[in-house]
């Protein structure tokens, strides 16, 4: 039936009509047929609604979840289940609940579709299938419907959703699908009540394997989007993958050794899982964790795995405690690693925008003390000056602590930028020297040695180097009045070197004082300024260099720190 009349443009006016009780908006595409009266000429189109086209695609993506369900499940089916209906292999579960959780409630009928034809297939009567298909299904909504009230995130990458995921989702749905599966098996006189213990237990750790590692990995991966990845990222992804590899074929299948029953070779999938987790996060170790679990399956069908005692099912009991005890402790792992990654990058982002907001302010106050020093010297005013003199050092340390600021945060986005040129090293160490010497009198700098050699890099950044070392030199030998500069260098490397005889720094703190924010305070009366960013950016400007640093002190006598850049090649 006909409602109104909608002006889509100008010239073709279009008909709202009725279709299936709810109004369709006719799209302007094709005409299908024309009605035309006195007045106007009206086109007329039927299409689909938007609920329709709804319908459809939900249809598919159901059927193609209860074709998915139904294979995946005659797969684990005939993995020896337990009284014929409960493996320990069970991915329809895991697939299930990571389904409903990205694409919606609506997929529900799939998995009753799936349970009921894979379980009616297995010869199990119509209702009892149909029990076993409803207890799969409130198995699914149970799940999500936790993860989504305590909004579990796609990526895992939080203790808490881990945590939530762990202990209330999985073993509440899991519970509520092994008892209502198995009862269901049990009234409809497929098992006797003395299986019932047996193939409950089967099912709810099957289920819950499942629904652990491959709900877990599908959400992962869910979040992923394509990023540029560096060569040297790439090399650690591939030497992981092969590490893992080659554990599992050497602890579940039994390649080269002997020992195929030894329990104690389980231990070796810890170092690949704790390095998927600390490095790649929770989709890296997930998925080191599901390679794992296949090897591992796979062995022990075979009987090489240390799990295997010659029953599958109870072989298959062991290794999916095993598997589930090592897919928890690692995702926890990785959740907290990720929380500390992202912790870190906040801090990083606000480091970087409160930096950048501090800028323009301290600029407009240099502006404005320039001004009234300009006014004062007019004025002859020696005693304002003097004040504006000192507010202008403070401003300046201020203004360097800023630049260093924002330098860590370029560091860590990787967008620290070198301007290349040739750089006379003995012009570059004379003038850091002479602008240094300046600012004390209680110390003599002197230069030992010579260059006589030119590099290529970024003067303005090497030159904040060797001014950091210099500074830090003065400030950590107050009692000394020697600071020396070395210069040295062999075919292809240039050395410099500042050595001072102040306080000097313990062997336990040499390691990390090129570490961001590390600070070494030897006196334990005395604190001495700083925030330990210098060093970090100094070995993070020489490594971008091809260089190294390194310190050499003694606790009490001083210390000498260096760095090695290689020389420019001859012409």
Partial sequence: MIDEVLHVDDDVPFIRARSNGKVALLRYIQTLFQLQDEDMKLKFAWYPSRSTQGYFSSAGEILALCAIYFGTARLGLSLDAVSGFATLVWLPSGIAVAALFLFGYRLWPGILMGAFLVNLSNGAPFFVAAGIGIGNTLEALVCNSLLKHYRVSHALDHLRDVLFLVLLAIPLGTFISATVGVSSLLLGKVIAFSSFSETWRAWWIGDMISILIVTSFLLTWSTWRYEKTSVKRMAEMGSLTVFVLATGLIVFLGLHHADQGSSSLTYVVFPPLIWAALRFGPRGALSAIL?????????????????????????????????????????????VMAERRALEQRKDAFISMVSHELKTPLTILQGYGELLS????????????????????????????????????????????????????????????????????????????????EIMGDKERLGQVLTNLIANAIKYSPRQERIIVHLMHTPETLIVSVQDFG???????????????????????????????????????????????WVESMEGQGSTFSFSLPLAAEA
């Fill in 291 to 335: 390679a794992l679990s296949i090897l591992a399956i796979i062995g022990t069908f075979q009987g090489f795995s240390p799990f295997s005692t010659g029953r599958p099912s109870e072989s298959l009991i062991f290794l999916q405690s095993f598997m589930g005890i090592i897919a928890v402790t690692t995702m926890i792992l990785a959740a």
């Fill in 503 to 549: 306080i000097g720094i313990s062997k336990a703190h040499q390691k990390k004082v090129f570490e961001r924010f590390y600070r070494v305070d030897s006196d334990k009366d005395r604190t001495y300024p700083g925030l330990g960013i210098g060093l970090y950016i100094a070995y993070q400007i020489i490594e971008r260099h091809g260089g190294k640093m």
């Fill in 374 to 453: 300009m006014k004062f010297a007019q004025q002859g005013n020696q005693e304002a000056l003097h004040h504006l003199t000192k507010m202008a050092t403070q401003i300046e340390k201020l203004s360097e602590l800023i630049a260093n600021l924002l330098d860590i945060s370029k560091i860590q986005a990787g967008k620290i930028a070198l301007v290349e040129e040739v750089v006379d090293v003995d012009l570059l160490v004379q003038e850091v020297v002479e602008n240094l010497q300046q600012t004390t009198c209680d110390h003599q700098i002197s230069v030992e040695g010579r260059a006589q050699r």
